[in-house]
């Protein structure tokens, strides 16, 4: 099987059976057709292979980025014009999506990038309150109800030949203490690295993109 085989039947196969709080509920991308069929010409395009990879963790999807393609940090826009993968979709774009594929260019292009890392989410799954995103670890009952689901989708990402010596978390904060906490118990990986969140990042540090593009390529290096 290739990387994008196991990949697009993780994406089919992702369930979450846990009793939420209120008012919250599940954001399934890959039960959308149109979705799950952007998500695999993505995936087939630039995981057609066995290769190794590097994990990037962001925390889960929203709806106008991962939540829409199925692709995380790839909105609509790049989807098709920085992709290829012409989609009918709302074409809005996303502050995440913005900055990664700033980055990606600055690493080389998207099939240097995906060659080399394979970007996911704490929880595969996105979660919605009251028509807003919600992260996984806002509400405290919510992490703890999805907790089991998170680490049997790290348990099953490890298969897909990801490295394990090192792996990167997209935000400093809670998704990085969450992380770490869980990799203390289950050493899913030797070291974690810390970056930004690249919406932390186009949302306050707008003018300093570039810096943080350097900080992101300087840190990618320890993974070389």
């Avoid at 990879?53 to 692709?71: A, D, H, Y």
């Amino acid at each position: 099987m290739t990387f994008a085989d196991n990949v697009l039947a993780f994406n089919k196969n992702l369930k979450i059976d846990a009793l939420l709080p209120d008012g919250v509920h599940v954001l399934h991308p890959f039960k959308n057709q149109t979705t799950f069929k952007l998500c695999s010409l993505f995936y087939n395009k630039y995981y057609h292979d066995a290769a190794e990879r590097t994990v990037i963790f962001g925390i889960n999807p929203g709806r106008l980025g991962g939540g829409l393609t199925g692709v995380p940090f790839t909105d609509p826009i790049k989807l098709e014009t920085i992709c290829h993968i012409p989609n009918t979709l709302s074409k809005k774009p996303e502050l995440s999506a913005d900055f990664i594929y700033q980055m990606i260019f600055a690493f080389g292009g998207p099939e240097t990038f995906y060659q080399k890392f394979f970007i996911s989410g704490v929880s595969p799954l996105g979660f919605i309150k009251d028509d807003k995103n919600l992260n996984y670890y806002d509400i405290k009952e919510l992490q703890e109800a999805v907790t089991p689901f998170i680490v049997n989708c790290i348990e099953k990402q490890l298969q897909f030949n990801i490295r394990k010596d090192i792996c990167y978390c997209l935000g400093e904060g809670d998704n990085f203490k969450f992380i770490s906490k869980l990799n203390k118990k289950h050493q899913f990986f030797n070291t974690i690295i810390p970056l930004p969140h690249p919406r932390f990042i186009m949302q306050y540090k707008r003018k300093k993109v570039n810096e943080y593009i350097d900080l992101y390529l300087e840190k990618f290096k320890l993974s070389a």
